[in-house]
C-alpha cells in the first residue's frame, strides 16, 4: 500500500478562524483560539495520523506588518510557510473576505499548491457565499475553494480527502503515534496565555510571556510551576490585582485548561515576574523560543 506524508499551512489575517479550523481537522485543542486579534505567537505543528496518510498541520500567526521584534519573529515564520509547504491553505472570513495585497503577493511568488477556504460561512447568506466563490475562483491563484464554518464543526463541501491530491507519496515524517511536534511544556505555557488573554483586554496579553520551570508528572496528578513575565511593574500590579484576584481567576482559568487536555489533576503554582521590555529584546525573544538562529 502506498503511503502519503507531507506539511500543509494555513495562512491568512488575524482572526478568520485559522486556529479553529487546525484544530478542529486534528482534533485536539492545540492552538489558542481567542475572539482578539494575534494570539498565535508559534508555528504549531498538528499531526493527522491515518493508516496510509500523515498530514503535518502548521497553524501560523495571522499576516500583519510587524510593530515589534516579537511580530517579527512570528512574520518570519509565515514566510517559511510559503516555501516549504506541500500545500498552502490561505483562510478568508465570510464577514472580512478581502484577502490582503500582502498574501497575494506572496502566494503569487510561491510555488506550492493552494487552496482558499472561506471560513465563518454561518454568518453570510448561501447566496453571497456562492459570488465570493466565483470571485476567488477567478483569480486562478487557488486549485479549489471550499466554504466551511470551523467554528460549527461544520465543513460543509470540505472533507479531509480533499487535500490527499497535493500531498506526495513518501514514508511518515513522525512516529504514527505523535500529535504535535511540541512538548507537554509548551501547551501548558500556551493554556496559561489564553487563561490571561480571557481575563484581561488590551495590552496586558500581549506583554505577557509564560514560562513552566517545573513540571512533575506522578500517577493521579500533575505538578507545575510556572512564571508570567510582564514587561512592566504596573502590568504586574494588574495581573496580580486586588488581594490577588486576578492571579487567582487566571489559575482557576488555566488550571481548567490544563486539566481538560492533559485528562490529569492539575496543581498549577503561577508566579508573576517582570522582564523589562522582553517584547524588543534580542537576547529575551531567543529565550523564550522565537528566535531560531
Ligand atoms: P486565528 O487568529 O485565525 O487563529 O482565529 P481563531 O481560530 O483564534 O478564531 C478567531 C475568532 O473567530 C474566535 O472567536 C473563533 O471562535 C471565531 N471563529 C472561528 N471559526 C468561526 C466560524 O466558522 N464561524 C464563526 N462565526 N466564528 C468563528
Ligand atoms: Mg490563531
Not at 60 to 86: A, C, R
Not at 184 to 200: H, T
Amino acid at each position: 500500500m502506498t503511503h502519503k506524508a507531507g506539511f500543509i499551512g494555513i495562512v491568512g489575517k488575524p482572526n478568520v478562524g485559522k486556529s479553529t479550523f487546525s484544530n478542529l481537522l486534528i482534533g485536539e485543542r492545540l492552538s489558542i483560539i481567542s475572539p482578539k486579534a494575534q494570539t498565535t505567537r508559534h508555528r504549531i505543528l498538528g499531526i493527522i495520523n491515518e493508516e496510509n496518510y500523515q498530514l503535518i498541520i502548521s497553524d501560523t500567526p495571522g499576516v500583519i506588518k510587524p510593530n515589534y521584534k516579537l511580530q517579527e519573529h512570528m512574520m518570519s515564520v509565515i514566510g517559511d510557510i510559503f516555501n516549504d509547504s506541500d500545500l498552502i491553505l490561505t483562510m478568508i472570513a465570510a464577514d472580512d473576505a478581502e484577502l490582503p495585497d500582502e498574501i497575494i503577493e506572496k502566494l503569487g511568488k510561491s510555488k506550492q499548491a493552494k487552496i482558499l477556504l472561506i471560513n465563518k460561512c454561518d454568518l453570510i447568506k448561501a447566496a453571497e457565499i456562492e459570488i465570493l466563490i466565483d470571485k476567488y475562483l477567478k483569480m486562478n491563484l487557488f486549485k479549489q475553494v471550499f466554504a466551511i464554518s470551523a467554528k460549527n464543526g461544520i465543513n460543509k463541501s470540505f472533507l479531509i480527502s480533499d487535500l490527499l491530491p497535493y500531498i506526495p507519496e513518501h514514508p511518515p515524517f513522525y512516529p504514527k503515534d505523535q500529535l504535535t511536534d511540541r512538548n507537554e511544556r509548551f501547551f501548558v505555557e500556551e493554556m496559561v496565555r489564553e487563561a490571561i488573554f480571557y481575563n484581561y483586554k488590551q495590552e496586558i496579553p500581549y506583554a505577557t510571556q509564560v514560562e513552566v520551570i517545573q513540571f512533575k508528572e506522578d500517577t493521579t496528578i500533575i505538578r507545575i510551576v510556572a512564571t508570567i513575565f510582564a514587561e512592566r511593574e504596573s502590568q504586574k500590579g494588574i495581573l496580580i490585582g486586588p488581594k490577588g484576584v486576578g492571579i487567582k481567576r487566571i489559575g482557576i482559568a488555566a488550571r481548567k485548561l490544563c486539566e481538560e487536555f492533559f485528562g490529569k489533576q492539575i496543581f498549577l503554582d503561577l508566579q508573576i515576574s517582570v522582564k523589562k521590555d522582553w517584547r524588543k529584546n534580542d537576547q529575551t525573544l531567543k529565550r523564550f523560543g522565537y528566535k531560531s538562529e
